[in-house]
């Protein structure tokens, strides 16, 4: 369904000509020659907690998350969150550029998580948004980075879907880092069975991994055998 939806929608998905940034002529990834290692400096290397994706010598597990184990088995993000990474997600997400989805997955797919293609998923979960905020902004645009994502080799898009509830809370951005933990407990409810499957959660940006864990949490809950997460940026 999804593919023959986005089939259909080609023509405004399609982004403008030209660079994203300068509109130049593109060399790669939607970007010029001079703007792409603006995007290529950003990112991840393998430096990083294979739990939270905070910078780590040698890629250990850092002090953090020895100390408050995430409920998530590993996370991974294809880039820190910056110019102009952060400039075209904000564009993306509140400015209703659906036509940066395909570009952004397709940014995604330049630096995949190393262990996707040894896990043995059995279902993807894009990060739900309540009926409210789906409402207020049209989309979900994790959802969108999924399908999108979908029609790569990376991810099959035959994967089953999990349903998901989510309650209206406040933006997660737009409170201190103290107050979202609590902002997002209790926030989720899962719809299907869960038990002993090996789920991959999608996002677009993390912060504190606040929402991440807490859906983690609730899905581990639920019996799930083990849950990874790729977002786009984290912060
Ligand atoms: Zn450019
Ligand atoms: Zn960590």
Redesign the pocket.
């Known amino acids: 369904m999804w593919q023959s939806f986005l089939k259909s929608c080609d023509s405004w998905l399609k982004p403008s000509q030209g660079c994203l940034l300068c509109h130049d002529s593109i060399e790669r990834l939607h970007l010029c020659a001079d703007c792409l290692p603006l995007l290529q400096q950003l990112i991840m290397s393998e430096q990083v907690?294979p739990?939270?994706a905070?910078l780590?010598v040698g890629g250990a597990?850092?002090g953090?998350?020895q100390q408050n184990m995430p409920y998530f088995d590993r996370l991974w993000a294809s880039y820190h969150l910056a110019f102009p990474l952060h400039q075209i997600i904000t564009e993306y997400k509140f400015h209703k550029q659906w036509s940066y989805a395909p570009i952004l997955a397709a940014w995604m797919q330049e630096n995949p998580p190393k262990w996707l293609s040894d896990l043995a998923l059995d279902g993807v979960i894009a990060m739900p948004l309540s009926r409210g905020r789906l409402f207020e902004r049209g989309y979900n645009q994790s959802e969108w980075l999924f399908q999108f994502l979908s029609t790569s080799s990376l991810i099959s898009s035959q994967h089953s879907k999990v349903k998901i509830r989510r309650l209206y809370r406040p933006p997660q951005s737009s409170l201190p880092l103290q107050q979202r933990y609590e902002n997002v407990d209790g926030v989720f409810s899962i719809q299907n069975d869960v038990n002993e499957r090996h789920l991959l959660l999608i996002d677009d940006v993390v912060t504190t991994c606040a929402t991440l864990n807490e859906l983690a949490r609730k899905l581990k809950g639920a019996g799930a055998a083990s849950v990874s997460c790729w977002v786009l940026a984290k912060a």
Request: charged share 10%; proline share 0%; with cysteine.
């Open positions: 907690c739990w939270c905070h780590s597990i850092c953090e998350c």
